[in-house]
Structures are given as structure tokens and as C-alpha cells.
């Protein structure tokens, strides 16, 4: 079954760090671009950063630019986003999902979100 799940959520202070990690089961992530995309409450889904899967280019929201970094780890299979410098408008749902055209068919797959809370 393929699957993605979004480990290291959490609460953090204002001015803190965390790292997010999207882990895929049953596929290769490295075939997939991947996107992270957040939604805080009563606001909709906005993209955080995506990295694609040929020349891992990289592509980062004005709102976070400078402070969030994402970047691959083929041989975890997996996709971390590591933030710095949050802010209490960065808690938020986080999504990772992965996307793959393969001969004219769109693969999506999406995780179930983590909550990333930044509050003193």
C-alpha cells in the first residue's frame, strides 16, 4: 500500500526550529516531486516549498523564504522540510504530497498532516 507520513510535528516557541519529514511506504519518493503545503485555522491550504524530482530545483513561499529549507534523503526515502526562525503565523497544518506523471497519468499521493504549533 502506498503511503505518506509526516513525522515531527510539534510545539515550538517563537524564534525555535523544527524539521518535518515526509516518509513514503510502497513507492520511491526520488521518482516524485514533492510539495509542502500548510493550512492554519480558518485559512486555506497555501504551498510552504516543493523540490522536484530531476535536479532536485527547489522553490520556496515569500513567507518563508530564508527560513525554511527542504531537501531529499534517497536512502530514508524520504523528504525533510527543516524551519527555523517560527514564527507564531507558521502554525499550521502541514501536508507533504507527492506527485509523479508517468506516460500521461498523474500519480498524487498525500499525507494525513502533522500540526506544527509555534506559541510561547
Known amino acids: 500500500q502506498k503511503q505518506l507520513v509526516e513525522p515531527g510535528g510539534g510545539l515550538v516557541q517563537p524564534g525555535g526550529s523544527l524539521r518535518l519529514s515526509c516518509a513514503a511506504s510502497?513507492?520511491?519518493?526520488?521518482?516524485?516531486?514533492i510539495g509542502w503545503l500548510r493550512q492554519a485555522p480558518g485559512k486555506g491550504r497555501e504551498g510552504v516549498s516543493c523540490?522536484?524530482?530531476?535536479?532536485?530545483?527547489?522553490n520556496y513561499a515569500d513567507s518563508v523564504k530564508g527560513r525554511v529549507t527542504i531537501s531529499r534523503d534517497n536512502a530514508k526515502n524520504l523528504v525533510n522540510l527543516e524551519m527555523h526562525s517560527l514564527k507564531p503565523e507558521d502554525t499550521a497544518v502541514y501536508y507533504c504530497?507527492?506527485?509523479?506523471?508517468?506516460?500521461?497519468?498523474?500519480?498524487?499521493?498525500w499525507g494525513q498532516g502533522t500540526q506544527v504549533t509555534v506559541s510561547s
Open positions: 504530497n507527492a506527485v509523479r506523471i508517468v506516460r500521461g497519468t498523474r500519480f498524487v499521493y
Open positions: 523540490i522536484n524530482s530531476i535536479g532536485g530545483n527547489t
Open positions: 510502497g513507492f520511491t519518493l526520488e521518482h516524485y516531486a
